[in-house]
């Protein structure tokens, strides 16, 4: 089992950063691509960002390419993601998620993760 907990959330004015935090313990975090997620109110989960194991490799949405920036530290079993340039359109709940299948690449599928955390709220006023 993995468990993971998020922190850091908060709320922000528009063109302000943040930056999350994702604590996991349990199952062996540093062998498996991590990624985030958020969820607005009234949509669906999108995929925000993902990291492969190691770190080498990333993949961002669209949405957030050049402004957010996702990391991971194996030793702390922690994942980050730094928040730049915020919008109101960011305001979500942000996920942190494990996907126990995966390695080296990275899925934007929020299915294919298996072990999610509860979630934190940030919200970006304009």
């Known amino acids: 089992q993995v468990q993971l907990v998020e922190s850091g959330g908060g709320l922000v004015q528009a063109g302000g950063s943040l930056g999350l935090s994702c604590a996991a313990s349990g199952r062996t975090f540093s062998r498996y691509t991590m990624g985030w997620f958020r969820q607005a109110p009234g949509k669906e989960r999108e995929f925000v960002a993902g990291i492969n194991w190691i770190g080498s490799t990333t993949y961002y949405a669209e949405s957030v390419k050049g402004r957010f920036t996702i990391s991971r530290d194996n030793a702390k079993s922690t994942l980050y993601l730094q928040m730049n340039s915020l919008k109101s359109e960011d305001t979500a709940v942000y996920h942190c998620?494990?996907?126990?299948?995966?390695?080296?690449?990275?899925?934007?599928?929020?299915?294919?993760?298996?072990?999610w955390g509860q979630g934190t709220q940030v919200t970006v006023s304009s």
């Open positions: 998620a494990l996907d126990s299948t995966r390695t080296q690449t990275i899925s934007v599928a929020a299915n294919n993760y298996n072990y």
